[in-house]
């Protein structure tokens, strides 16, 4: 079992930044794929971006593109998610997963996930 602890969220003006991190509990090499999800009242949740462990590939939402960078220290087990510019549309309960290999779809539809964190909530006002 893996545990997986976010942390970094809070309260900005739209166009500020924040960096959200997630401490995994175990070697992240044990996962194929880190990355992190969204979910806001009454809206279903949103893969926001994710990075292959070996490969260092990343992949980002739509969304998202050009204001977040996904990254991972893999010799401190810990993952970042790095948001400049934030809207207010940003704002949601942020999750850190970890996912095996994502056969017949996309990591970002969640059903690859192996362990999720409690999540963190980050708050864009304008």
């Known amino acids: 079992q893996v545990q997986l602890v976010e942390s970094g969220g809070g309260s900005v003006q739209a166009g500020g930044s924040l960096r959200l991190s997630c401490a995994a509990s175990?070697?992240?090499?044990?996962?194929?794929?880190m990355g992190w999800f969204r979910q806001a009242p009454g809206k279903e949740r949103e893969g926001v971006a994710a990075?292959?462990?070996?490969?260092?590939?990343?992949y980002y939402a739509d969304s998202v593109k050009g204001r977040f960078t996904i990254s991972l220290d893999n010799a401190e087990n810990t993952l970042y998610l790095q948001m400049y510019s934030l809207k207010p549309e940003d704002t949601a309960m942020y999750y850190c997963?970890?996912?095996?290999?994502?056969?017949?779809?996309?990591?970002?539809?969640?059903?690859?996930?192996?362990?999720w964190g409690q999540g963190t909530q980050v708050t864009v006002s304008s």
């Open positions: 997963a970890a996912g095996a290999i994502p056969y017949g779809g996309s990591w970002s539809t969640g059903d690859s996930v192996r362990y």
């Open positions: 175990d070697d992240t090499y044990s996962s194929y794929w």
């Open positions: 990075i292959y462990v070996r490969g260092g590939n990343t």
